[in-house]
Protein backbone atom coordinates (compact mmCIF):
# COMPACT_ATOMS: atom_id res chain seq x y z
CA UNK A 1 0.00 0.00 0.00
CA UNK A 2 1.43 3.52 -1.09
CA UNK A 3 0.35 6.57 1.28
CA UNK A 4 -0.76 9.77 -0.05
CA UNK A 5 1.11 12.75 0.40
CA UNK A 6 -0.09 15.39 2.84
CA UNK A 7 -2.82 18.06 1.37
CA UNK A 8 -1.94 21.36 1.30
CA UNK A 9 -5.12 22.03 4.04
CA UNK A 10 -2.99 19.91 6.42
CA UNK A 11 1.00 21.54 5.56
CA UNK A 12 -0.72 24.70 6.22
CA UNK A 13 -2.36 23.71 9.61
CA UNK A 14 0.80 22.24 10.38
CA UNK A 15 2.58 25.63 10.07
CA UNK A 16 0.05 27.48 12.12
CA UNK A 17 0.44 25.50 14.88
CA UNK A 18 4.69 25.57 14.61
CA UNK A 19 4.24 29.03 14.64
CA UNK A 20 2.24 28.62 18.14
CA UNK A 21 3.95 26.59 20.28
CA UNK A 22 6.85 27.36 22.06
CA UNK A 23 9.56 25.08 19.68
CA UNK A 24 12.44 26.73 21.41
CA UNK A 25 12.13 25.62 24.75
CA UNK A 26 14.31 22.80 25.17
CA UNK A 27 13.47 21.49 28.81
CA UNK A 28 12.04 18.39 27.71
CA UNK A 29 14.75 17.35 25.56
CA UNK A 30 17.14 17.97 28.20
CA UNK A 31 15.18 15.97 30.78
CA UNK A 32 14.73 12.94 28.35
CA UNK A 33 18.14 12.75 27.96
CA UNK A 34 19.32 13.34 31.61
CA UNK A 35 21.12 10.25 33.56
CA UNK A 36 21.18 8.51 30.19
CA UNK A 37 24.56 5.31 30.85
CA UNK A 38 23.46 3.19 27.75
CA UNK A 39 21.21 1.85 25.16
CA UNK A 40 19.79 -1.75 24.14
CA UNK A 41 21.78 -2.20 20.91
CA UNK A 42 20.48 -3.35 18.62
CA UNK A 43 16.43 -2.69 20.76
CA UNK A 44 15.39 -5.64 19.53
CA UNK A 45 13.54 -8.06 21.86
CA UNK A 46 12.78 -11.46 20.72
CA UNK A 47 10.75 -14.09 21.87
CA UNK A 48 11.84 -17.56 22.75
CA UNK A 49 10.37 -18.80 19.22
CA UNK A 50 12.59 -16.31 17.74
CA UNK A 51 9.70 -13.76 16.75
CA UNK A 52 10.22 -9.78 17.49
CA UNK A 53 8.04 -8.98 20.37
CA UNK A 54 9.71 -5.25 20.47
CA UNK A 55 11.77 -3.20 17.96
CA UNK A 56 12.76 0.21 18.90
CA UNK A 57 15.06 0.48 16.29
CA UNK A 58 12.34 1.02 13.86
CA UNK A 59 11.58 4.42 14.93
CA UNK A 60 15.12 5.51 14.26
CA UNK A 61 13.46 8.22 11.31
CA UNK A 62 12.31 10.50 14.08
CA UNK A 63 14.53 13.43 14.16
CA UNK A 64 14.91 16.51 12.31
CA UNK A 65 12.09 19.08 10.98
CA UNK A 66 8.25 17.71 10.97
CA UNK A 67 7.30 16.37 7.82
CA UNK A 68 4.04 17.34 6.75
CA UNK A 69 2.64 14.16 6.67
CA UNK A 70 3.20 14.28 10.72
CA UNK A 71 1.62 17.04 13.45
CA UNK A 72 4.77 18.95 14.30
CA UNK A 73 3.73 18.79 17.89
CA UNK A 74 3.71 14.74 17.72
CA UNK A 75 6.48 14.51 15.88
CA UNK A 76 8.52 15.79 18.91
CA UNK A 77 6.81 14.10 21.66
CA UNK A 78 7.33 10.54 19.52
CA UNK A 79 11.37 11.85 19.10
CA UNK A 80 11.13 12.40 22.89
CA UNK A 81 9.29 9.19 23.87
CA UNK A 82 11.41 6.88 21.44
CA UNK A 83 14.45 8.06 23.46
CA UNK A 84 15.80 4.55 24.73
CA UNK A 85 17.89 2.81 27.17
CA UNK A 86 19.01 3.16 30.87
CA UNK A 87 19.19 6.01 32.96
CA UNK A 88 19.48 7.53 36.10
CA UNK A 89 16.95 9.05 38.10
CA UNK A 90 18.69 9.65 41.47
CA UNK A 91 21.81 7.76 42.65
CA UNK A 92 19.65 4.94 43.70
CA UNK A 93 16.71 5.26 40.92
CA UNK A 94 16.94 4.04 37.42
CA UNK A 95 14.67 3.66 34.74
CA UNK A 96 14.42 1.64 31.51
CA UNK A 97 12.46 3.42 28.63
CA UNK A 98 11.59 2.78 25.70
CA UNK A 99 11.66 -0.97 25.48
CA UNK A 100 7.82 -0.92 25.67
CA UNK A 101 4.56 1.35 26.12
CA UNK A 102 5.84 2.09 29.39
CA UNK A 103 8.71 2.84 31.68
CA UNK A 104 10.02 0.11 34.24
CA UNK A 105 11.97 1.60 37.35
CA UNK A 106 14.45 0.09 39.21
CA UNK A 107 14.62 1.57 42.92
CA UNK A 108 17.87 0.37 44.90
CA UNK A 109 17.46 -0.62 48.94
CA UNK A 110 20.15 -2.24 50.87
CA UNK A 111 21.32 -5.03 49.10
CA UNK A 112 18.56 -5.62 46.62
CA UNK A 113 16.22 -3.68 43.88
CA UNK A 114 12.67 -2.96 43.62
CA UNK A 115 11.36 -2.96 40.19
CA UNK A 116 8.36 -1.07 39.55
CA UNK A 117 5.99 -1.86 36.69
CA UNK A 118 7.64 -4.57 35.10
CA UNK A 119 6.20 -3.62 31.63
CA UNK A 120 3.80 -5.72 29.38
CA UNK A 121 5.92 -8.73 28.23
CA UNK A 122 7.97 -11.38 29.73
CA UNK A 123 10.50 -10.60 27.10
CA UNK A 124 10.87 -7.19 27.63
CA UNK A 125 10.80 -6.95 31.32
CA UNK A 126 13.73 -9.38 31.20
CA UNK A 127 15.38 -7.14 28.42
CA UNK A 128 15.32 -4.34 30.72
CA UNK A 129 16.69 -5.95 33.93
CA UNK A 130 19.68 -7.53 32.11
CA UNK A 131 20.23 -4.01 30.70
CA UNK A 132 19.98 -2.49 34.59
CA UNK A 133 22.18 -5.66 35.90
CA UNK A 134 24.78 -4.73 33.38
CA UNK A 135 25.56 -1.58 34.69
CA UNK A 136 24.44 -1.60 38.31
CA UNK A 137 25.40 -5.28 39.09
CA UNK A 138 23.37 -8.58 39.97
CA UNK A 139 21.28 -7.14 42.64
CA UNK A 140 18.84 -9.80 43.81
CA UNK A 141 14.90 -8.32 42.78
CA UNK A 142 13.74 -8.06 46.40
CA UNK A 143 10.14 -7.16 45.26
CA UNK A 144 7.67 -5.89 42.60
CA UNK A 145 5.66 -2.89 42.82
CA UNK A 146 2.49 -2.74 40.79
CA UNK A 147 1.22 0.76 40.78
CA UNK A 148 -1.72 0.21 39.17
CA UNK A 149 -4.39 -2.31 37.28
CA UNK A 150 -3.12 -1.93 33.50
CA UNK A 151 -1.21 -5.02 31.71
CA UNK A 152 1.74 -2.27 30.95
CA UNK A 153 2.28 -1.92 34.17
CA UNK A 154 2.12 -6.13 35.07
CA UNK A 155 2.33 -8.30 32.53
CA UNK A 156 6.29 -8.76 31.79
CA UNK A 157 6.42 -10.34 35.74
CA UNK A 158 8.10 -12.99 34.76
CA UNK A 159 10.84 -11.34 33.19
CA UNK A 160 12.07 -9.93 36.61
CA UNK A 161 10.67 -12.35 39.36
CA UNK A 162 8.97 -16.04 39.76
CA UNK A 163 5.68 -17.30 40.74
CA UNK A 164 8.10 -19.69 42.85
CA UNK A 165 10.11 -17.16 44.87
CA UNK A 166 7.14 -14.97 45.57
CA UNK A 167 5.45 -18.71 47.38
CA UNK A 168 8.30 -19.11 49.30
CA UNK A 169 8.29 -15.65 50.34
CA UNK A 170 11.95 -15.03 48.76
CA UNK A 171 10.11 -11.88 46.78
CA UNK A 172 6.98 -9.34 47.73
CA UNK A 173 4.78 -8.15 45.29
CA UNK A 174 2.98 -5.00 46.38
CA UNK A 175 0.00 -3.54 44.68
CA UNK A 176 -2.82 -1.16 45.12
CA UNK A 177 -6.42 -2.45 46.60
CA UNK A 178 -8.61 -3.87 44.26
CA UNK A 179 -6.01 -4.56 41.69
CA UNK A 180 -6.52 -8.40 40.87
CA UNK A 181 -10.15 -7.86 40.77
CA UNK A 182 -9.84 -4.59 37.90
CA UNK A 183 -7.00 -6.18 35.93
CA UNK A 184 -8.42 -9.44 35.23
CA UNK A 185 -12.13 -8.18 34.47
CA UNK A 186 -11.04 -5.26 32.34
CA UNK A 187 -8.78 -7.59 30.29
CA UNK A 188 -11.19 -10.52 30.39
CA UNK A 189 -14.83 -8.95 30.20
CA UNK A 190 -14.79 -6.92 27.23
CA UNK A 191 -11.54 -7.90 26.34
CA UNK A 192 -12.43 -9.11 22.68
CA UNK A 193 -13.80 -5.59 21.70
CA UNK A 194 -11.02 -3.81 23.43
CA UNK A 195 -8.63 -5.86 21.92
CA UNK A 196 -9.38 -5.24 18.20
CA UNK A 197 -9.90 -1.54 18.79
CA UNK A 198 -6.43 -1.51 21.06
CA UNK A 199 -5.29 -2.61 17.52
CA UNK A 200 -6.56 0.94 16.17
CA UNK A 201 -5.47 2.77 18.91
CA UNK A 202 -1.89 1.55 18.77
CA UNK A 203 -1.51 1.05 15.22
CA UNK A 204 -0.51 -2.42 15.51
CA UNK A 205 -1.13 -2.96 11.92
CA UNK A 206 0.79 0.33 10.54
CA UNK A 207 4.24 0.40 9.30
CA UNK A 208 6.13 2.54 11.04
CA UNK A 209 7.44 5.89 8.66
CA UNK A 210 6.71 9.54 8.08
CA UNK A 211 3.55 8.21 6.60
CA UNK A 212 2.55 5.60 9.07
CA UNK A 213 2.47 4.66 13.24
CA UNK A 214 4.98 7.41 14.94
CA UNK A 215 3.81 6.29 18.09
CA UNK A 216 0.91 6.74 20.54
CA UNK A 217 2.14 9.87 22.30
CA UNK A 218 2.51 8.00 26.13
CA UNK A 219 4.93 5.93 24.89
CA UNK A 220 5.61 4.32 21.26
CA UNK A 221 3.10 1.28 21.10
CA UNK A 222 2.85 -2.14 22.56
CA UNK A 223 5.37 -5.11 22.54
CA UNK A 224 3.57 -8.69 21.44
CA UNK A 225 5.44 -11.12 23.71
CA UNK A 226 4.52 -13.34 27.13
CA UNK A 227 1.73 -11.85 29.70
CA UNK A 228 1.91 -12.95 33.24
CA UNK A 229 0.52 -12.05 36.30
CA UNK A 230 1.62 -12.76 39.78
CA UNK A 231 -1.04 -12.09 42.70
CA UNK A 232 0.03 -9.41 44.73
CA UNK A 233 1.45 -10.62 48.22
CA UNK A 234 0.56 -7.38 50.10
CA UNK A 235 -2.27 -4.96 49.30
CA UNK A 236 -1.94 -1.57 50.05
CA UNK A 237 -5.34 -0.18 51.58
CA UNK A 238 -4.51 3.46 53.27
CA UNK A 239 -3.01 6.21 52.17
CA UNK A 240 -0.48 6.81 54.80
CA UNK A 241 0.39 3.66 55.03
CA UNK A 242 4.15 2.72 55.25
CA UNK A 243 6.43 0.28 54.41
CA UNK A 244 9.43 -1.17 54.47
CA UNK A 245 11.60 -3.66 52.00
CA UNK A 246 15.68 -4.46 51.92
CA UNK A 247 16.27 -1.60 53.86
CA UNK A 248 14.13 0.95 51.90
CA UNK A 249 11.32 2.93 53.73
CA UNK A 250 8.07 3.98 51.31
CA UNK A 251 4.99 6.17 52.17
CA UNK A 252 2.01 5.17 50.01
CA UNK A 253 -0.91 7.75 48.94
CA UNK A 254 -4.00 5.58 47.26
CA UNK A 255 -5.52 7.30 44.10
CA UNK A 256 -8.32 4.90 43.23
CA UNK A 257 -10.81 5.76 40.34
CA UNK A 258 -8.03 7.98 38.58
CA UNK A 259 -6.14 6.83 35.58
CA UNK A 260 -7.54 2.83 36.77
CA UNK A 261 -9.50 2.00 39.18
CA UNK A 262 -6.83 0.80 41.37
CA UNK A 263 -3.71 3.33 41.64
CA UNK A 264 -1.85 4.60 44.24
CA UNK A 265 1.79 6.93 43.93
CA UNK A 266 4.24 6.36 46.49
CA UNK A 267 7.43 7.85 48.00
CA UNK A 268 10.73 7.32 48.96
CA UNK A 269 12.31 9.04 52.08
CA UNK A 270 16.09 8.53 51.98
CA UNK A 271 15.78 9.47 47.92
CA UNK A 272 13.19 12.06 48.13
CA UNK A 273 11.62 10.82 44.99
CA UNK A 274 8.31 10.37 44.22
CA UNK A 275 6.21 8.03 41.58
CA UNK A 276 2.93 9.37 40.34
CA UNK A 277 2.00 6.21 38.46
CA UNK A 278 0.30 7.20 35.67
CA UNK A 279 -1.42 9.99 37.07
CA UNK A 280 0.85 12.92 36.27
CA UNK A 281 2.85 12.69 33.06
CA UNK A 282 3.33 14.43 30.08
CA UNK A 283 0.50 14.51 28.13
CA UNK A 284 -3.00 15.23 28.43
CA UNK A 285 -4.37 11.95 29.61
CA UNK A 286 -7.01 9.61 28.77
CA UNK A 287 -10.36 10.02 30.53
CA UNK A 288 -12.01 7.34 28.04
CA UNK A 289 -9.59 5.58 26.05
CA UNK A 290 -10.22 5.37 22.21
CA UNK A 291 -10.08 1.37 23.25
CA UNK A 292 -12.66 1.59 25.41
CA UNK A 293 -13.34 1.52 29.17
CA UNK A 294 -15.37 2.90 31.87
CA UNK A 295 -15.35 6.63 32.24
CA UNK A 296 -12.58 7.70 34.41
CA UNK A 297 -13.14 11.04 37.18
CA UNK A 298 -11.04 14.37 36.46
CA UNK A 299 -12.12 15.37 39.73
CA UNK A 300 -10.92 13.05 41.53
CA UNK A 301 -8.22 12.49 39.68
CA UNK A 302 -7.11 16.63 40.28
CA UNK A 303 -7.97 16.04 43.75
CA UNK A 304 -5.39 13.20 44.19
CA UNK A 305 -2.74 15.63 43.03
CA UNK A 306 -3.68 18.55 45.27
CA UNK A 307 -3.17 15.61 47.94
CA UNK A 308 0.43 14.56 46.60
CA UNK A 309 1.30 17.70 46.56
CA UNK A 310 0.29 18.55 49.64
CA UNK A 311 1.45 14.66 51.00
CA UNK A 312 4.62 15.30 49.48
CA UNK A 313 5.89 18.56 47.49
CA UNK A 314 8.15 20.48 50.14
CA UNK A 315 9.80 16.13 50.36
CA UNK A 316 10.92 15.78 46.70
CA UNK A 317 13.65 16.49 44.28
CA UNK A 318 12.56 14.66 41.64
CA UNK A 319 9.09 13.01 40.77
CA UNK A 320 8.79 10.16 38.21
CA UNK A 321 6.31 8.14 36.90
CA UNK A 322 5.41 5.24 34.14
CA UNK A 323 5.71 7.02 30.78
CA UNK A 324 7.89 9.57 29.75
CA UNK A 325 11.39 11.31 31.53
CA UNK A 326 11.46 12.56 35.41
CA UNK A 327 10.67 15.99 36.74
CA UNK A 328 13.32 17.46 38.79
CA UNK A 329 14.14 20.96 41.73
CA UNK A 330 11.22 21.36 43.90
CA UNK A 331 10.25 24.86 42.17
CA UNK A 332 9.71 22.94 38.48
CA UNK A 333 7.66 20.20 40.16
CA UNK A 334 5.58 22.10 42.39
CA UNK A 335 4.49 24.16 38.71
CA UNK A 336 4.39 20.37 37.07
CA UNK A 337 1.80 18.68 39.30
CA UNK A 338 -0.29 22.01 39.74
CA UNK A 339 -0.60 22.21 35.65
CA UNK A 340 -1.90 18.73 35.25
CA UNK A 341 -3.96 18.96 38.50
CA UNK A 342 -5.32 22.23 37.00
CA UNK A 343 -5.78 20.42 33.25
CA UNK A 344 -8.12 18.03 35.11
CA UNK A 345 -9.75 19.66 37.23
CA UNK A 346 -10.53 22.47 34.45
CA UNK A 347 -12.07 20.06 32.04
CA UNK A 348 -14.43 18.81 34.72
CA UNK A 349 -15.41 21.71 35.88
CA UNK A 350 -15.87 23.77 32.98
CA UNK A 351 -17.57 20.97 31.18
CA UNK A 352 -20.16 20.82 33.66
CA UNK A 353 -20.65 24.71 33.96
CA UNK A 354 -21.41 24.31 30.10
CA UNK A 355 -23.51 21.20 30.04
CA UNK A 356 -25.51 23.36 32.96
CA UNK A 357 -26.02 25.83 30.43
CA UNK A 358 -27.91 23.15 27.64
CA UNK A 359 -24.59 22.19 25.63
CA UNK A 360 -24.29 18.88 24.49
CA UNK A 361 -20.91 17.02 24.65
CA UNK A 362 -20.59 17.64 21.06
CA UNK A 363 -20.89 21.49 21.43
CA UNK A 364 -19.10 21.78 24.65
CA UNK A 365 -16.13 19.58 23.02
CA UNK A 366 -15.88 22.33 19.80
CA UNK A 367 -16.48 25.36 22.02
CA UNK A 368 -14.00 24.66 25.11
CA UNK A 369 -10.67 26.24 25.55
CA UNK A 370 -7.96 25.82 27.90
CA UNK A 371 -6.29 28.84 29.43
CA UNK A 372 -2.66 30.08 27.78
CA UNK A 373 -0.75 28.37 30.75
CA UNK A 374 -2.37 25.35 29.80
CA UNK A 375 -2.33 25.05 26.62
CA UNK A 376 1.65 26.33 26.25
CA UNK A 377 2.53 24.00 28.58
CA UNK A 378 4.08 20.99 26.45
CA UNK A 379 2.87 18.28 29.14
CA UNK A 380 -0.61 19.23 28.58
CA UNK A 381 -0.76 18.85 25.13
CA UNK A 382 -3.66 16.08 23.96
CA UNK A 383 -0.85 13.70 22.76
CA UNK A 384 -2.67 10.27 24.04
CA UNK A 385 -5.96 12.25 25.60
CA UNK A 386 -7.39 15.19 24.15
CA UNK A 387 -9.61 18.12 24.98
CA UNK A 388 -12.09 16.94 22.63
CA UNK A 389 -12.81 13.28 23.44
CA UNK A 390 -11.93 13.90 27.20
CA UNK A 391 -14.81 16.46 27.20
CA UNK A 392 -17.33 14.03 26.02
CA UNK A 393 -16.38 11.50 28.04
CA UNK A 394 -17.10 13.75 31.08
CA UNK A 395 -20.67 14.35 29.76
CA UNK A 396 -20.79 10.77 29.60
CA UNK A 397 -19.96 10.63 32.77
CA UNK A 398 -22.38 13.13 33.73
CA UNK A 399 -25.59 12.76 31.30
CA UNK A 400 -25.20 9.71 29.43
CA UNK A 401 -25.64 9.09 25.39
CA UNK A 402 -28.50 11.03 25.30
CA UNK A 403 -28.17 14.45 24.69
CA UNK A 404 -31.95 15.69 25.56
CA UNK A 405 -32.86 15.87 22.25
CA UNK A 406 -35.81 13.75 21.67
CA UNK A 407 -34.98 14.21 17.58
CA UNK A 408 -32.06 11.64 19.17
CA UNK A 409 -33.81 9.08 21.19
CA UNK A 410 -34.77 6.88 18.85
CA UNK A 411 -32.34 7.05 15.86
CA UNK A 412 -32.20 4.46 12.93
CA UNK A 413 -28.96 2.32 12.96
CA UNK A 414 -25.68 3.23 11.13
CA UNK A 415 -26.70 1.49 7.59
CA UNK A 416 -30.69 2.16 8.23
CA UNK A 417 -29.08 6.34 8.56
CA UNK A 418 -27.03 6.22 5.73
CA UNK A 419 -29.32 4.17 3.67
CA UNK A 420 -31.93 7.50 4.32
CA UNK A 421 -29.38 10.38 4.01
CA UNK A 422 -28.08 9.48 0.66
CA UNK A 423 -31.37 8.87 -0.78
CA UNK A 424 -32.09 12.74 0.75
CA UNK A 425 -28.71 13.72 -1.06
CA UNK A 426 -29.61 12.47 -4.11
CA UNK A 427 -28.00 9.24 -4.13
CA UNK A 428 -24.30 7.68 -4.02
CA UNK A 429 -22.64 9.64 -6.80
CA UNK A 430 -24.08 12.49 -5.32
CA UNK A 431 -22.57 11.75 -1.90
CA UNK A 432 -19.07 10.75 -3.15
CA UNK A 433 -19.39 14.35 -5.50
CA UNK A 434 -20.00 16.05 -2.22
CA UNK A 435 -17.68 14.53 -0.29
CA UNK A 436 -14.86 14.71 -3.01
CA UNK A 437 -15.46 18.77 -3.36
CA UNK A 438 -15.00 18.80 1.21
CA UNK A 439 -12.15 16.70 0.39
CA UNK A 440 -10.49 19.35 -1.76
CA UNK A 441 -11.85 22.36 0.14
CA UNK A 442 -9.70 20.69 3.29
CA UNK A 443 -12.75 19.99 5.12
CA UNK A 444 -11.93 16.48 6.14
CA UNK A 445 -14.06 16.03 9.21
CA UNK A 446 -17.08 16.75 6.70
CA UNK A 447 -15.91 14.59 3.91
CA UNK A 448 -15.65 11.51 5.96
CA UNK A 449 -19.04 12.37 7.59
CA UNK A 450 -20.69 11.84 4.07
CA UNK A 451 -18.42 8.77 3.01
CA UNK A 452 -19.18 7.10 6.11
CA UNK A 453 -23.25 7.04 4.90
CA UNK A 454 -22.09 6.14 1.67
CA UNK A 455 -19.76 3.10 2.53
CA UNK A 456 -22.67 1.88 4.71
CA UNK A 457 -25.07 1.74 1.99
CA UNK A 458 -22.37 0.30 -0.55
CA UNK A 459 -19.19 -1.17 0.94
CA UNK A 460 -17.55 -2.29 -1.99
CA UNK A 461 -17.83 0.76 -4.27
CA UNK A 462 -13.88 1.51 -5.04
CA UNK A 463 -14.90 5.33 -5.28
CA UNK A 464 -16.08 5.54 -2.00
CA UNK A 465 -13.09 2.86 -0.42
CA UNK A 466 -10.51 5.02 -2.07
CA UNK A 467 -11.86 8.76 -1.41
CA UNK A 468 -13.03 7.41 2.38
CA UNK A 469 -9.32 6.40 3.10
CA UNK A 470 -7.54 9.56 1.50
CA UNK A 471 -9.54 11.25 3.82
CA UNK A 472 -8.85 9.27 6.47
CA UNK A 473 -5.27 9.50 5.62
CA UNK A 474 -5.08 13.51 5.88
CA UNK A 475 -7.29 13.75 9.32
CA UNK A 476 -4.35 11.45 10.20
CA UNK A 477 -1.79 13.61 9.02
CA UNK A 478 -3.31 16.88 11.03
CA UNK A 479 -3.64 14.95 14.23
CA UNK A 480 -1.87 15.62 17.05
CA UNK A 481 -2.79 13.29 18.97
CA UNK A 482 -0.93 9.74 18.74
CA UNK A 483 -3.96 7.83 19.14
CA UNK A 484 -5.94 9.77 16.82
CA UNK A 485 -3.56 9.31 14.21
CA UNK A 486 -3.28 5.57 14.41
CA UNK A 487 -7.42 5.65 14.34
CA UNK A 488 -7.57 7.09 11.20
CA UNK A 489 -4.42 5.58 9.93
CA UNK A 490 -5.82 2.31 10.56
CA UNK A 491 -9.34 3.14 8.99
CA UNK A 492 -7.48 4.00 5.76
CA UNK A 493 -5.59 0.96 5.99
CA UNK A 494 -8.45 -1.45 6.42
CA UNK A 495 -10.09 0.70 3.46
CA UNK A 496 -7.19 -0.40 1.43
CA UNK A 497 -6.07 -3.71 2.35
CA UNK A 498 -9.01 -5.30 4.17
CA UNK A 499 -9.78 -6.25 7.92
CA UNK A 500 -6.35 -7.18 9.68
CA UNK A 501 -8.69 -8.46 12.75
CA UNK A 502 -6.56 -8.16 15.91
CA UNK A 503 -2.78 -8.18 15.76
CA UNK A 504 -2.51 -8.63 19.85
CA UNK A 505 -4.61 -9.52 23.02
CA UNK A 506 -4.47 -9.50 26.44
CA UNK A 507 -6.60 -11.75 27.53
CA UNK A 508 -3.46 -14.28 28.33
CA UNK A 509 -3.63 -17.29 30.14
CA UNK A 510 -1.87 -15.79 32.84
CA UNK A 511 -4.23 -13.26 33.61
CA UNK A 512 -7.29 -15.69 32.92
CA UNK A 513 -6.31 -18.46 35.35
CA UNK A 514 -6.62 -15.49 37.81
CA UNK A 515 -10.67 -15.12 37.56
CA UNK A 516 -12.39 -15.82 40.53
CA UNK A 517 -15.38 -18.20 40.06
CA UNK A 518 -18.00 -15.64 40.11
CA UNK A 519 -15.81 -13.23 37.59
CA UNK A 520 -15.38 -16.83 35.51
CA UNK A 521 -19.34 -17.66 35.61
CA UNK A 522 -19.26 -13.98 34.49
CA UNK A 523 -17.85 -13.88 31.54
CA UNK A 524 -19.72 -16.85 30.84
CA UNK A 525 -22.84 -15.23 31.10
CA UNK A 526 -21.56 -12.61 28.93
CA UNK A 527 -20.57 -15.18 26.16
CA UNK A 528 -24.57 -17.05 26.28
CA UNK A 529 -26.00 -16.47 22.74
CA UNK A 530 -29.24 -15.15 24.35
CA UNK A 531 -32.18 -15.53 21.30
CA UNK A 532 -30.23 -19.21 20.74
CA UNK A 533 -30.69 -19.47 24.83
CA UNK A 534 -34.30 -18.90 25.03
CA UNK A 535 -35.99 -21.79 25.12
CA UNK A 536 -33.53 -24.18 27.15
CA UNK A 537 -34.41 -24.57 30.77
CA UNK A 538 -31.00 -26.05 32.64
CA UNK A 539 -29.40 -26.41 35.85
CA UNK A 540 -26.08 -27.70 37.10
CA UNK A 541 -23.84 -27.45 40.09
CA UNK A 542 -20.23 -26.86 39.79
CA UNK A 543 -18.32 -28.12 42.65
CA UNK A 544 -14.32 -26.80 42.36
CA UNK A 545 -12.48 -29.51 44.51
CA UNK A 546 -9.56 -27.25 44.69
CA UNK A 547 -11.49 -24.68 46.24
CA UNK A 548 -14.31 -27.03 48.44
CA UNK A 549 -17.13 -24.70 47.01
CA UNK A 550 -20.26 -24.99 44.67
CA UNK A 551 -21.90 -22.72 42.66
CA UNK A 552 -25.71 -22.85 41.46
CA UNK A 553 -25.89 -22.32 37.73
CA UNK A 554 -29.39 -21.54 36.05
CA UNK A 555 -29.81 -21.16 32.26
CA UNK A 556 -33.26 -19.47 31.88
CA UNK A 557 -34.80 -16.69 29.63
CA UNK A 558 -31.15 -16.55 27.70
CA UNK A 559 -29.61 -15.21 31.21
CA UNK A 560 -27.17 -17.49 32.94
CA UNK A 561 -27.37 -16.99 36.87
CA UNK A 562 -24.61 -18.29 39.02
CA UNK A 563 -24.85 -18.54 43.34
CA UNK A 564 -22.19 -19.94 45.75
CA UNK A 565 -24.71 -22.30 47.31
CA UNK A 566 -24.38 -25.91 48.37
CA UNK A 567 -27.66 -28.41 48.77
CA UNK A 568 -29.30 -26.64 46.04
CA UNK A 569 -30.87 -29.28 43.52
CA UNK A 570 -29.05 -29.81 39.30
CA UNK A 571 -30.14 -31.44 36.51
CA UNK A 572 -26.47 -32.29 36.66
CA UNK A 573 -23.30 -31.75 38.92
CA UNK A 574 -19.84 -31.21 37.73
CA UNK A 575 -16.45 -31.70 39.96
CA UNK A 576 -12.81 -30.41 38.85
CA UNK A 577 -10.75 -28.16 39.64
CA UNK A 578 -10.90 -23.95 38.52
CA UNK A 579 -8.22 -24.77 36.00
CA UNK A 580 -10.00 -27.79 34.53
CA UNK A 581 -12.93 -25.89 33.65
CA UNK A 582 -10.85 -23.45 31.84
CA UNK A 583 -8.96 -26.04 29.98
CA UNK A 584 -12.53 -27.34 29.01
CA UNK A 585 -13.52 -23.85 28.15
CA UNK A 586 -11.17 -23.51 25.93
CA UNK A 587 -12.25 -27.10 24.14
CA UNK A 588 -10.81 -29.44 26.16
CA UNK A 589 -13.10 -31.75 26.81
CA UNK A 590 -10.80 -35.17 26.79
CA UNK A 591 -8.60 -35.02 29.58
CA UNK A 592 -9.31 -36.68 32.77
CA UNK A 593 -10.31 -34.65 36.24
CA UNK A 594 -13.97 -34.66 35.44
CA UNK A 595 -16.52 -35.88 36.73
CA UNK A 596 -20.68 -35.47 35.79
CA UNK A 597 -23.36 -36.82 37.56
CA UNK A 598 -27.07 -36.43 36.07
CA UNK A 599 -28.08 -35.52 32.70
CA UNK A 600 -25.50 -35.76 30.07
CA UNK A 601 -27.56 -33.66 28.27
CA UNK A 602 -26.91 -29.85 30.10
CA UNK A 603 -23.04 -29.54 29.74
CA UNK A 604 -23.24 -29.86 25.86
CA UNK A 605 -26.15 -27.92 25.86
CA UNK A 606 -24.70 -24.82 27.76
CA UNK A 607 -21.42 -24.85 25.77
CA UNK A 608 -23.32 -25.05 22.90
CA UNK A 609 -25.19 -21.53 23.42
CA UNK A 610 -21.59 -20.24 24.07
CA UNK A 611 -20.46 -17.41 22.14
CA UNK A 612 -16.63 -16.50 21.74
CA UNK A 613 -16.51 -13.22 20.14
CA UNK A 614 -15.44 -11.97 17.15
CA UNK A 615 -11.57 -10.47 17.12
CA UNK A 616 -12.05 -9.08 13.62
CA UNK A 617 -15.32 -7.57 13.62
CA UNK A 618 -15.68 -4.48 10.93
CA UNK A 619 -15.14 -0.93 12.24
CA UNK A 620 -15.06 1.40 9.54
CA UNK A 621 -17.42 -0.74 6.81
CA UNK A 622 -20.85 -2.49 7.98
Same mark, same amino acid.
Given at each position: ????P ?10 E ?12 QE??A???I?? #? !?P?V?H??D?R ?7 YSFLG ?16 L????G? $? ?7 Q??? #???S =??TF????T?V ?5 L ?5 AA?A??L ?16 ? !????? *???? $? ?5 A ?22 NV????A ?5 G?M???A?A?GP????G?? +?G ?14 ? &? @???T?Q??? /?D???I ?21 R ?5 ? =? ?5 H ?6 G ?7 V ?6 Q??R ?8 V ?18 S???D ?5 H???L???N???TG?E @? ?7 P ?13 S ?7 I ?12 A??W?H ?9 V? %? ?12 T???A?D ?7 ? &????? /? ?8 ? +? ?12 ? =?????N $???S????L?D ?6 ? %?T ?10 P ?6 L ?9 ? =? ?6 V? *???L ?17 V???S??A?I ?5 ? #???? #???D ?6 ? +????T???PAL?G ?9 N???P
Amino acid at each position: MTRKPAEQAVAAAHRELSASLPFADAADQEDAARGFIAA #L !SPAVVHAADGRVVWDNDKYSFLGGEAPDTVNPSLWRQSGLVAKQGL $FEVVDGIYQVRG #LDLS =NITFVEGDTGVIVIDPLISTETAAAALRLYRSHRGERRVAAVIYTH !SHVDH *FGGV $FGVATQADADAGLIEVIAPDGFVEHAVSENVYAGTAMARRAGYMYGAALACGPRGQVGAG +LGQTTSTGEIGLIVPTL &D @IRETGQRHT /VDGLEIEFQMAPGTEAPAEMHFYFPRYRALCMAE =NATHTLHNLLTLRGALVRDPHVWSTYLTQAIRMFGTRTDVVFASHHWPTWGADRILSFLSTQRDLYAYLHDQTLRYLNRGYTGAE @IAEAIELPPALANAWHTRGYYGSVSHNVRAIYQRYMGWFDGNPARLWPHPPAGLATRYVD %AMGGLDHVIGTARTAFEAGDFRWAATLL &DHAIF /VDAGNPGVRE +LYADTLEQLGYGSE =NGTWRN $FFLSGATELRDGNFGTPT %ATAAPAIVAQLTPEQLFGSLAIAVDGPKAW =NLDLSLNVT *FTDLDATYHLTLRNGVLISELVAGESADAEIRLTKAR #LLAL #LGGDTASPGIT +LTGSTYVLPALLGVLDTGDPAFNIVTP
